[in-house]
Structure formats: C-alpha cells, structure tokens
C-alpha cells in the first residue's frame, strides 16, 4: 500500500511539474511574439525607484533610515509639483547599493491616483512606452504631462498592479547596483496569465522559474504553498506572488525585496535608526528573509541568498587556511 501512495504522489508531483513547464512555455511564447512587435524602452535597473509616500514630519527621519540601514547617497530635497494638477509635495532621490527610492511627502492633498503606483521606470522615450504599453495590454491610468525634468505617466498592468514611468530631459547616469532588487507585486490566480503576458512583452523579459508550490511562509502561512513566479528584464526583477488573498499582516504591503549580504548584521543596522522588525527571520527558497517598516510607514522584505554566504564561508576559510600555510612555512 504504501508503495501504491509512494508511486502515486510521483505521479502528481511529475504532472504538477508538467503542467507548470507547458503553461511556462505558453505564456513565454505568447510573450515573446508580442515583446517582437514593439521597442525595447528599459534603461536599467539603478533607474528604476521604488515610490515611497510618507508625512512631511517622517520625511526626514525615513531618509536617514534609509541611509542607516542600506548606506548611500542623496539628491537635494526640494519641494516640486510632480503631479498634472496642482500639489505640493517635498522629494528626494536615496541612491543605494541594493535600490533606489523615490521619497514623496505631499504637503498638500495627493491626487488620485498618486500614491498607489509601487514603481517608477525610467524609459528611453515616453511616446513609444505608451504605445507599448497598449499595445501590450497596460491601461494608461494618467496620460503623458510634463514634470520639472522630463515626462511622466502611470500605467495599470492587468491585476491592478500600478507602474509609474518617466522620462528625462537630461539623461541620468547613476553607479551600477551591487544587488538588483525585487518588486513585489501580488495578483490572483484570475488575473495572473494576463499580468504576465502582459508585462512580459512590455519589458522584453523573461520568466526565471515558475512556482507552483512555494513554501507558504513567504506570504505568512507556513503549513501551505502558494505559486511564486519570478521575472527578470532590463527593468530589474519582478516576484509575482500569486494568491488568494488571505494574507496576514504586513504580507502584501510590502513593495520590494531587498537583497543583502546578511540579514542579522542589517537587521542590527535597521534596529538602531528606528525600523520595527515585523517579521523575523526566516528560511526559504535558499534563503533567508525578514519584514521590516521603516519610519513613516514604509513595509519592505529583507534578504540574503543561503547559497552566496556558503560561497563566502568557503572563500574565508580557503583565505585562512592558505595564510595558515603560509605561516608554518615561513
């Protein structure tokens, strides 16, 4: 009998990788024959900043948190209208080694619908991201206006999921990352073969590795799974978390992932400038993460890869043994 469940359970588990590997190469397929029709307008992924919205009265504190926590530099603060009709908000660029930020804190009511885009993407031109765009399925939640320094608009990928894009008068030139992080967007099992179609062939990317059972503790339910999909393009990355959206909190505030050298020393930098650990470590998909808020509200995931700390661990001791040697020969 327990041979029969034994042999049983291959089976499924042959189907469930069959069945992901067929719907991988359809959607890739379909993608990849929509990417053909239209431009390329990614830049790179130091160019592209996470949104972040916070009271003028956090604004300072969340930079400096920033800053604490990951190191970096900044642009000048300044307070500008970044929106089509009138506001007044103060911004501020962070440039660091694992992402870039985009910091708002609206002195005025924020209109709509500003504040729910997670991302903003630099592109090459603006006219023919909106082409693009359309073409590919996006809805363009506000139409093209002028900005202090270039063009902006906001774009909604089907699902929900908002993006803002922008481009500059003067080109920007920013150090590349030391680690590209990850956006997080998170979609129903309704809505997910449209998303990435969609965005597929609007960023000319490609899926890294499709999921259907994802250990659970990634969204904050341990005992179950759910399907993690991960996309990689000239924009940088992109985990889509595809669930039923019974998520317990912070689980789907968070906009992106942070990929760092460690997690406790981080962790240890984060405490000391004020961010809330909101879920301690732990381990999965080789690796390990938390969730923390920074001042002002702002939810992200922090991580480290297993893998590269083993590569590090094994080049110390290499490091070490090879001075040992060296001593007792001299």
Same mark, same amino acid.
């Given at each position: ?7 049983? +359970? @291959? ?11 067929? @719907? ?5 397929? +379909?993608? @990849? ?21 916070? =009271? ?37 660029? %962070?440039?660091? !080694? ?19 885009? #997670? ?9 023919? +991201?909106?082409?693009?765009? *359309? ?21 909604? $990928? ?8 922008? $481009? ?16 997080? @967007?998170?979609?129903?099992?309704? #809505? ?22 994802? /250990? ?10 759910? #399907?993690?999909?991960?996309?990689? =393009? ?36 984060? #405490?000391?400038?004020?961010? %809330?650990?909101?879920?301690? /470590? ?28 083993? !590569? ?13 040697? +060296?001593?007792? *020969? *001299?």
């Amino acid at each position: 009998m327990m041979r029969t469940i034994t042999s049983y +359970a @291959a089976v499924v588990a042959i189907l469930l990788v069959g069945c992901a590997t067929s @719907a991988l190469f359809a959607l890739t397929s +379909a993608s @990849a024959q929509a990417a053909a029709a239209t431009t390329s307008v990614a830049v790179g992924p130091q160019y592209d900043t996470t949104h972040v919205y916070v =009271s003028p009265t956090e604004f300072d504190p969340f930079v400096t948190s920033l800053l604490a926590t990951f190191g970096g530099t900044t642009s000048k603060k300044g307070v500008f209208t970044v929106t089509p009709t009138p506001s007044k908000t103060m911004s501020q660029l %962070v440039l660091t !080694a694992v992402g870039t930020f985009s910091v708002f804190g609206f002195e005025t009511p924020i209109p709509y619908p500003f504040g729910s885009e #997670r991302t903003g993407y630099l592109v090459t031109d603006m006219d023919s +991201a909106i082409s693009a765009a *359309r073409e590919t399925g996006a809805d363009i939640l506000v139409s093209p206006f002028n900005d202090p320094i270039g063009r902006d608009a906001i774009i909604q $990928w089907p699902g929900g999921v908002n993006t803002q894009v922008y $481009w500059h008068t003067t080109a920007p030139s920013y150090a590349a990352l030391r680690a590209i992080p990850e956006t997080h @967007a998170y979609v129903s099992s309704d #809505r997910v073969k449209a998303f990435v179609s969609s965005f597929l062939a609007f960023s000319h990317g490609k899926i890294i590795s499709d999921d259907l059972r994802a /250990p659970g503790v990634e969204i904050g339910r341990p005992t179950d799974t759910y #399907r993690r999909i991960r996309i990689q =393009s000239t924009f940088g990355k992109l985990t889509l978390l595809v669930t039923d959206g019974h998520l317990p909190y912070p689980f789907g505030r968070e906009i992106t992932g942070y990929e760092v050298a460690r997690v406790s020393e981080t962790l240890s930098k984060a #405490r000391g400038a004020g961010v %809330v650990v909101l879920v301690p /470590p732990y381990k999965a998909d080789d690796r390990n993460a938390a969730m923390v808020q920074f001042p002002g509200g702002y939810v992200a995931e922090i991580h480290s890869l297993m893998r590269e700390q083993s !590569a590090r661990r094994a080049a110390s001791r290499e490091f070490e043994e090879d001075a040992s040697d +060296a001593a007792r *020969r *001299r």
